[in-house]
């Protein structure tokens, strides 16, 4: 595994080294000054997303929903006359391959921005190379606090709600409700694991034992192992879906049954269900978080919306949290856009977002200012009962230093009649 790695570091510093050698050919503009990926009719964003691989599970439904969203926009006129065209390429959750299909996307599609590129360590590798080529890289799909760097990465917006602030508000639910329990860790062995166990750990100071995993290795045998031998009772996940499903079977196998408390990013009850098979069962009182409506929510406006979005522009998929946060980002890009006016520039539109000010299906907050570019702030915790995921308590927020986890009391606005945010 260190030959394996050691060679994607290399092919890591060589893209770096193309990508800014490149910076005079498709960069920050094209030739007359032109806005590369925006014409008068359209304009053109790309991302890399795992469409397969170890991360896939769930992951794949993220983008496709995001384009139905922007059909859904287009087939009224789209935004200032212009349609927006989505190009969705899989990197399936490796690094080097991120690389590879994002210089594609900017130097090849020439891309007015990347949307959404998920993943912490495939999208850590590309933020040298969009800053070199100037290119927007807006709302990135993970918790990573990489993404809230204005004065390094002045073009890099996060989305979700960062993992240190997650695991402060998960944390301070496992000390109010196991006191005096043995708390553990299983997380991603890069910054996903490590910031999530960070703002755990703010709250709870150091846990009883702590594993890690990497996405090549489906086997958490051992890790679980250890936790069980441990003497665990609450076990918090820092985990992709697919290693959610893999640590809660796991764990079943060899008779360990602690509270597990797993991060939003791979809870999704739809997506382990569908993993687990006829062990889904397993999912039963299982604790995590949210910010955005549950797809289970039949009441909801914006999940009203969703689905019609979804029945009439994506083949009526099986809709679960995955399509929620998908048409969200999507929903998110179109008011970035009308709020950037229809004279569409790279700096324009980063200016826009800095100004905030956006209304939509968020829980908490969005923080975006010129001096935070963290995107929302706060979550409301959920748990599993007789099958279905359902929220309960109220939407908290906090920071990811010292400050306190306190109630956030302000409800979201409703979606406006037709769907499409107005231009401001």
Not at 20 to 45: F, K, M, Q, R, Y
Not at 158 to 180: C, M, P, R, S, W
Not at 227 to 237: I, P, R, T
Not at 329 to 343: C, E, H, I
Request: aromatic letters at 8%; a neutral charge.
């Amino acid at each position: 595994m260190r030959r394996i790695w050691s060679a994607l570091a290399v092919t890591a510093l060589v893209a770096a080294a193309a990508g800014c050698s490149s910076d005079d050919g498709g960069g920050g503009s094209s030739g007359g000054g032109s806005v590369p990926g925006v014409t008068a009719t359209e304009i053109l964003v790309g991302t890399h997303m795992p469409l397969t691989g170890p991360a896939a599970a769930g992951y794949s439904k993220i983008a496709p929903a995001t384009k139905a969203y922007f059909d859904y926009v287009n087939a009224s006129g789209g935004v200032h006359g212009r349609k927006i065209t989505y190009k969705i390429m899989d990197d399936t959750y490796n690094p080097a391959t991120t690389q590879q299909v994002v210089r594609e996307l900017v130097l090849q599609d020439k891309v007015f921005a990347i949307l959404n590129g998920l993943g912490t360590p495939t999208h850590t590798g590309v933020l040298d190379f969009l800053k070199t080529n100037r290119v927007p890289d807006l709302f990135v799909a993970s918790g990573s606090r990489s993404w809230d760097q204005p004065d390094k990465y002045p073009g890099t917006f996060g989305f979700n709600v960062d993992y240190t602030v997650e695991g402060k508000i998960l944390a301070t639910h496992v000390k109010a409700t196991q006191a005096g329990k043995k708390v553990c860790f299983l997380g991603q062995d890069d910054d996903f694991g490590r910031d999530a166990l960070a703002g755990i750990e703010k709250i709870l100071g150091p846990v009883a034992a702590k594993q890690s995993y990497v996405t090549s290795n489906p086997n958490v045998g051992p890790q679980m192992g250890a936790l069980k031998q441990a003497g665990c009772q609450v076990v918090m996940l820092a985990t992709v879906p697919g290693f959610t499903a893999l640590s809660l079977g796991t764990a079943a196998k060899i008779a360990f049954k602690p509270q597990f408390v797993v991060s939003q990013v791979g809870a999704d009850l739809g997506t382990l269900s569908k993993q687990l098979g006829a062990a889904a069962p397993l999912t039963e009182g299982l604790i995590s978080d949210n910010y955005l409506p549950l797809s289970n929510d039949e009441a909801n406006p914006w999940i009203q919306l969703y689905k019609k979005v979804n029945a009439a522009h994506n083949g009526n998929a099986e809709f679960d949290n995955n399509i929620v946060y998908g048409m969200s980002v999507g929903y998110l890009f179109v008011q970035s856009l009308q709020a950037a006016g229809k004279d569409l520039t790279r700096e324009g539109l980063i200016s826009a977002i800095e100004k905030n000010g956006f209304q939509g299906p968020g829980l908490a907050p969005l923080r975006f200012s010129a001096d935070d570019h963290s995107g929302y702030g706060g979550m409301r915790l959920s748990k599993v009962e007789g099958g279905k995921q359902t929220y309960f308590g109220e939407p908290l927020e906090t920071d990811d230093a010292e400050g306190p986890v306190a109630p956030y009391t302000t409800p979201p606005a409703a979606p406006p009649a037709n769907g499409i945010p107005a231009a401001s």
